[in-house]
């Protein structure tokens, strides 16, 4: 960066319980705001099951894993998927170091994002599912955290537990939430309010309702030809809904400008718990 401001926003993508779609979504929002003029680096932070590069069908020769080695520079891991602006950090599947990483590797991690994120306007990071302490590390280090829900009642009680873990013991407070495959925009409205009315009874939190992704076939047939939706179907019922979902995450940064400019991008790693 050219100043001492940053003027990046980072978001945690994250989940309660598996198959929300929370990959397709982060792929999808990067190629929104790339397509809106914006610059964003997406990083595969499910560390146990990646999914970004599978959804784009490639195969990267290197990995988050190189990276966590301190003489591989952070570039030469790093995928651009469209020129000037739109790039992935991706992960590995099967590493059991990687799933639970230890201090020191985590130390050497967030020196190198740091010192690369200030290059785009976003930086999004696609976390595993669950509780996990890796995730809750990733999910306690961004500016924003996005919880990704679905209208089925499992979706929203593990939803539910990953605020309270993060609520709890991380003392963080505020989420966006975004409910997807959802059949009618009232559907997605009246899955946000069960989720909001349980964290403002229990814990004491006010969710913030960031809108929903409506049910497409469009989006299955994109995963099958491992084309991100946005390119393959920009006009389908999902992608109108994604468009504006980033000019949401668009306008949010630039209304909170100045807050963004006094924070870091990235918090530090907490101890692990």
């Known amino acids: 960066m050219s100043d001492n401001q940053n003027n990046t926003l980072s978001v945690s993508i994250l989940s309660g319980k598996g198959g929300v779609g929370k990959s397709n979504i982060v792929l999808n929002l990067g190629y929104a705001l790339y397509m809106a003029q914006k610059t964003a680096m997406l990083m595969d932070c499910d560390l146990g099951l990646a999914n970004l590069d599978v959804l784009l069908g490639i195969s ?6 190189d990276l966590l080695n301190e003489d591989t520079p952070v570039d030469d891991v790093l995928v651009a998927i469209e020129d000037d602006g739109l790039d992935i950090l991706p992960a590995t599947s099967g590493v059991p170091e990687l799933v639970e990483m230890d201090e020191d590797m985590r130390e050497i991690l967030f020196k190198k994002l740091v010192s690369l994120a200030g290059d785009y306007n976003f930086l999004l990071l696609d976390l595993g599912a ?7 590390a990733f999910a306690s280090t961004t500016q924003l ?16 537990a990953v605020i309270k873990v993060l609520a709890t013991q991380y003392d963080i407070k505020d989420f966006l939430v975004l409910v997807n495959q959802a059949t009618s925009q009232s559907e997605a409205k009246t ?24 049910h497409d076939p469009m989006v299955i047939e994109s995963v099958r030809r491992q084309t991100p939706l946005m390119k393959m179907a920009p006009n389908s019922l999902a992608s109108k809904d994604i468009k504006l979902l980033a000019k949401r995450l668009m306008r949010y940064r630039e209304d909170n400008a100045e807050r963004i400019a006094e924070r870091p991008i990235l918090k530090k790693f907490p101890d692990p718990r």
């Open 60 to 65: 990267p020769e290197m990995n988050l894993q």
């Open 145 to 160: 955290r996005l919880m990704v829900v679905t209208p089925e009642p499992t979706s929203l009680t593990d939803s539910y």
């Open 191 to 214: 899955t946000f309010d069960r989720l909001n009315a349980a964290c403002r009874n229990f814990l004491g939190i006010d969710l913030v309702f960031l809108g929903h992704i409506e």
């Open 130 to 136: 669950g509780i996990s302490p890796t995730v809750m």
